[in-house]
């Protein structure tokens, strides 16, 4: 009726309806050409490795029809990216690959962008949150489509949250940290005996410490490289996040909740030693393979408590097409297929258990009970270009030892980490 307002539900729920028939009708009318079977009656015989497991991929790539021929080669994670890039030198490599988020900048010379025949930026840009521009498409060229779009999150266990009685997971981090006094057990002699969150240590004992502290400084406004990728610039303005976060690992500090010489920061979740984590969707499978009674809950990452704006953090994989493969834009044909046809992104994302990417199915994950959190941060989510994102890693950790060590003081251990990160920029 006249005046009467929509519920924003339901204009979600009308907003990704629209979306799947627009889809639709872009690749009926060619508006994406990749995405149109113009393979005929001939065969495409491509290879594509990855890190998902076998059954995963083969499951999508087994509705593609008679005329593909895909052969999929898993790989452990660990050792995923020095295989591949053994094979990509010597011509061993596959035409399909599997591309981390955070990847592109170490390494798009090895990479065929898709071309604006088969995907425009616009239709790009409609069908994936920010985030993925960002990432794969940083310079106007697209290196690499999405399979799913994970975020950082508030891992907890509520039966501790409970008895300690915290009733809501934490907000904000001013709310953070006072859950976190309640939370957390010290003896008569200030020894931890149980933690109230898994932050403030190193990457040695916190998994995802740098993703975490980048969070962190995102969230503070913080410039992390310059426009044109010639240098760090996160030591002006994210000297807070340094010492916001270290502060939790100091024993002197009211908040004090952890140490460097505590178990993992998921498998202190996983145990019951810690209150909270930070984790992904990828994370949780893990955790409760560990303690499946683990009265598990997921929240969304907390905010600073002045943002105007929610920025939340990601890390994901995508499809790639190797500078090496035989048939570019049959290949490129393959990954738009999997990745930007609603039907095949949602058999991924459910048989991987793993949100999903595409704007027009994000509306539908939110409410889901297990990766509605991690769906819902996708549209806010974010990250930064590193030239090598293992050893921007190892610089965050030492950064963090530096300070708790005593060793420097936040703002000298940042700025030294900014050089580092710097210089690495440099050499690529």
Same mark, same amino acid.
């Given at each position: 009726?006249?005046?009467?307002?929509?519920?924003?539900?339901?204009?979600?729920?009308?907003?990704?309806?629209?979306?799947?028939?627009?889809?639709?009708?872009?690749?009926?009318?060619?508006?994406?050409?990749?995405?149109?079977?113009?393979?005929?009656?001939?065969?495409?015989?491509?290879?594509?490795?990855?890190?998902?497991?076998?059954?995963?991929?083969?499951?999508?790539? #087994?509705?593609?029809?008679?005329?593909?021929?895909?052969?999929?080669?898993?790989? $452990?994670?660990?050792?995923?990216?020095?295989?591949?890039?053994?094979?990509?030198?010597?011509?061993?490599?596959?035409?399909?690959?599997?591309? @981390?988020?955070?990847?592109?900048?170490? @390494?798009?010379?090895?990479?065929?962008?898709?071309?604006?025949?088969?995907?425009?930026?616009?239709?790009?840009?409609?069908?994936?949150?920010?985030?993925?521009?960002?990432?794969? $498409?940083?310079?106007?060229?697209?290196?690499?489509?999405?399979?799913?779009?994970?975020?950082?999150?508030?891992?907890?266990?509520?039966?501790?949250?409970?008895?300690?009685?915290?009733?809501?997971?934490?907000?904000?981090?001013?709310?953070?940290?006072?859950?976190?006094?309640?939370?957390?057990?010290?003896?008569?002699?200030?020894?931890?005996?149980?933690?109230?969150?898994?932050?403030?240590?190193?990457?040695?004992?916190?998994? @995802?410490?740098?993703?975490?502290?980048?969070?962190?400084?995102?969230?503070?406004?913080?410039?992390?490289?310059? &426009?044109?990728?010639?240098?760090?610039?996160?030591?002006?303005?994210?000297?807070?996040?340094?010492?916001?976060?270290?502060?939790?690992?100091?024993?002197?500090?009211?908040?004090?909740?952890?140490?460097?010489?505590?178990?993992?920061?998921?498998?202190?979740?996983?145990?019951?030693?810690?209150?909270?984590?930070?984790?992904?969707? $990828?994370?949780?499978?893990?955790?409760?393979?560990?303690?499946?009674?683990?009265?598990?809950?997921?929240?969304?990452?907390?905010?600073?408590?002045?943002?105007?704006?929610?920025?939340?953090?990601?890390?994901?994989? #995508?499809?790639?097409?190797?500078?090496?493969?035989?048939?570019?834009?049959?290949?490129?044909?393959?990954?738009?297929?999997?990745?930007?046809?609603?039907?095949?992104?949602?058999?991924?994302?459910?048989?991987?258990?793993?949100?999903?990417?595409?704007?027009?199915?994000?509306?539908?994950?939110?409410?889901?009970?297990?990766?509605?959190?991690?769906?819902?941060?996708?549209?806010?989510?974010?990250?930064?270009?590193?030239?090598? &994102?293992?050893?921007?890693?190892?610089?965050?950790?030492?950064?963090?030892?530096?300070?708790?060590?005593?060793?420097?003081?936040?703002?000298?251990?940042?700025? #030294?980490?900014?050089?580092?990160?710097?210089?690495?920029?440099?050499?690529?």
């Amino acid at each position: 009726m006249k005046g009467m307002a929509i519920p924003k539900s339901r204009l979600i729920i009308m907003g990704a309806a629209a979306f799947v028939v627009l889809l639709g009708l872009l690749v009926f009318f060619g508006v994406i050409p990749g995405l149109r079977d113009n393979s005929g009656n001939r065969t495409i015989t491509l290879s594509v490795w990855g890190v998902a497991p076998e059954e995963t991929i083969n499951r999508i790539t #087994g509705t593609l029809g008679k005329n593909y021929q895909i052969t999929y080669r898993p790989f $452990a994670p660990a050792r995923y990216e020095t295989e591949l890039l053994d094979a990509l030198a010597s011509g061993r490599g596959p035409d399909v690959f599997m591309i @981390h988020s955070s990847w592109l900048p170490k @390494h798009f010379n090895k990479l065929i962008p898709v071309s604006e025949e088969q995907l425009s930026l616009k239709a790009f840009k409609a069908l994936y949150p920010t985030v993925v521009a960002q990432d794969f $498409a940083p310079d106007g060229f697209i290196y690499a489509l999405p399979l799913s779009l994970d975020t950082l999150a508030l891992l907890y266990n509520r039966d501790m949250f409970d008895s300690a009685g915290v009733a809501t997971p934490p907000k904000n981090w001013k709310e953070f940290e006072e859950a976190v006094k309640k939370l957390r057990r010290l003896d008569a002699s200030g020894r931890l005996v149980r933690a109230g969150a898994a932050i403030g240590g190193s990457g040695k004992s916190i998994i @995802h410490e740098a993703d975490l502290l980048s969070a962190l400084m995102l969230q503070g406004g913080t410039p992390m490289v310059a &426009p044109d990728f010639s240098r760090a610039t996160f030591a002006a303005q994210g000297g807070d996040a340094l010492t916001f976060y270290t502060k939790f690992a100091n024993p002197v500090s009211d908040v004090y909740t952890w140490n460097d010489n505590s178990r993992d920061s998921l498998e202190s979740l996983a145990n019951e030693f810690a209150a909270m984590a930070f984790g992904y969707a $990828a994370d949780l499978p893990g955790i409760r393979e560990k303690n499946p009674s683990l009265p598990l809950e997921v929240a969304p990452l907390p905010q600073p408590v002045a943002s105007e704006t929610s920025v939340g953090y990601a890390s994901y994989w #995508g499809l790639a097409v190797s500078n090496r493969a035989r048939a570019p834009a049959d290949a490129w044909g393959l990954i738009l297929t999997l990745t930007a046809i609603p039907a095949n992104a949602r058999l991924y994302s459910e048989t991987a258990g793993l949100p999903p990417a595409l704007r027009s199915l994000i509306a539908e994950k939110t409410k889901d009970p297990v990766l509605g959190v991690f769906t819902e941060q996708t549209l806010i989510a974010r990250s930064w270009p590193q030239a090598d &994102p293992a050893k921007v890693a190892e610089i965050f950790s030492n950064m963090v030892e530096d300070v708790l060590a005593g060793r420097a003081i936040p703002a000298v251990a940042i700025r #030294g980490a900014e050089e580092a990160v710097t210089a690495l920029m440099k050499k690529r």
